[in-house]
């Protein structure tokens, strides 16, 4: 059911972003320099931070920086194996944040916080 509701939701985007029209060469470009531009400003306030906070943050930076282009690559080049990977990048994003806040635990509770982390990557 989780499949089939992914499935359309996917669809639907593809429509709509098919339906907004073709984003230009120039326009891609900008939009990609404009995530690494955010990318690296992310990652520059990560650098205060100590030890796993920094972790996290890191990863945020890096989870939010992969989304962005896949779903940059999904308004350039709509279709739906490009929503679908859209998805599975947000998933994947979510999950190795999810995971990183799993090493301040220790222990039954880290133990249970991976098994959770696990289950974002699955949706």
Known sequence: MKHQLITMAVAACCMAAG???AMTKEEHK???DR???DY???KAKCDTLKANAKDVCE???KGAEKVAKAELEAA???DAKAAEKVAKVKAEAAYEVAKEKCDDMTGNAKDSCVADARKLRKM
């Open 76 to 78: 350039y080049k709509p």
């Open 30 to 32: 900008a939009q990609k």
């Open 59 to 61: 990863q945020e930076a």
């Open 40 to 42: 690296k400003a992310a």
């Open 19 to 21: 339906a907004a029209g």
């Open 35 to 37: 995530i690494e531009a």
